[in-house]
């Protein structure tokens, strides 16, 4: 069983009043390069995360299935806060995104209308690759979680969307890709009166920018070290 919570209204103000949500730590793969740098693993949203995991919060992925298929058309929602996609592990080691959760997640967000999206540090697989592609497809928005610009550039190049952790030093993020895809850095980050809610621009399956979100955190410095120059 996967443990997800759900929030109705998140109480983040870079995020603003939309539903999201927070799936057990079990469903991150293994392979993520920010396993030790996560955000997610320091202050109030790790005890929150610790608890869903542990058990102590939450409910099952058919009560988030039921709640999103219960939404209003055109509600903007983000799933994981903090997790992944659930998987499963392949004889050969490989972690698969489970598409029998994953379908029933992405025909609850039709059913309603509502304007689901998420972000996936699973590797880019066959498996996975077309997972993604599928959801994208199906009006549930999934970013391809990057490292570097030109792994961005690959993930578009195969037909997802992309976002990108870069230096917590404004100027030194570019402005384009190498590939000449457009930068943007997360307005959230950049403006107090911007939030997810308003912005929405990681919610779009079809753009071709990538966004980019500053190192931040108390790994912040971890983070900046891990990142490529």
């Known amino acids: 069983m996967v443990n997800v ?4 209204k998140s109480s983040n103000s870079k995020v603003g009043k939309i539903p999201v949500t927070t799936s057990e730590a079990g469903t991150c793969p293994t392979t993520c390069p920010m396993w030790d740098g996560c955000y997610a693993k320091t202050g109030p949203q790790s005890w929150h995360w610790r608890k869903v995991t542990d058990g102590e919060r939450g409910g099952t992925w058919d009560d988030l299935a039921a709640f999103v298929s219960q939404l209003n058309a055109g509600q903007l929602w983000r799933h994981n806060v903090s997790g992944d996609l659930p998987y499963v592990t392949a004889p050969d080691g490989q972690e698969l995104i489970n598409l029998a959760l994953l379908k029933q997640l992405v025909d609850a967000n039709s059913a309603s209308g509502a304007r689901g999206y998420t972000y996936s540090h699973h590797k880019l697989n066959t498996h996975n690759l077309e997972a993604l592609k599928y959801a994208n497809k199906n009006g549930f928005t999934i970013n391809a979680s990057c490292e570097s610009l030109a792994q961005a550039d690959d993930a578009i190049a195969q037909g997802l969307p992309a976002v990108c952790v870069v230096n917590s030093d404004q100027s030194k993020c570019p402005t384009h890709t190498p590939a000449g895809h457009k930068v943007t850095i997360c307005p ?6 911007v939030s997810c809610s308003t912005c929405k621009l ?4 079809n753009r071709s920018q990538v966004v980019t979100f500053l190192a931040h955190g108390a790994r912040e410095k971890k983070v900046n070290q891990f990142l490529p120059e």
């Open 188 to 193: 959230a980050q950049l403006h107090d009166k």
């Open 202 to 205: 990681c919610s779009y399956s």
């Open 5 to 8: 919570h759900i929030s109705k």
